[in-house]
């Protein structure tokens, strides 16, 4: 049977609900396992962050460690050079 002027045959739906039955069944498991690893995926996360805010503050701490050594290094040349000049 075909609706009139569209060309599509009434048949086709039930074709397309037959496919998605296991899309459906795929998607339900996948959400089941989601939901059955979320403790462990949220440790997983916290953990993450904690690592980047510690490596934050690491950099954030020795980045004006260098700056001063870098200081130092160019003060020291030229008390050098006002000694030797």
Do not use: C, F, W
């Amino acid at each position: 049977m075909s609706r009139q002027g569209s060309g599509h045959r009434q048949g086709t739906v039930h074709q397309d609900n037959r496919l998605q039955r296991p899309v459906r069944r795929r998607i339900k498991r996948l959400v089941k396992d989601a939901e059955m690893h979320s403790e462990e995926d949220k440790k997983k996360k916290e953990l993450a962050e904690a690592r980047n805010q510690a490596d934050t503050l690491i950099y954030a701490t020795e980045k004006p460690s260098r700056i001063s050594r870098q200081v130092e290094s160019s003060l020291k040349s030229d008390i050098d050079s006002a000694i030797d000049g």
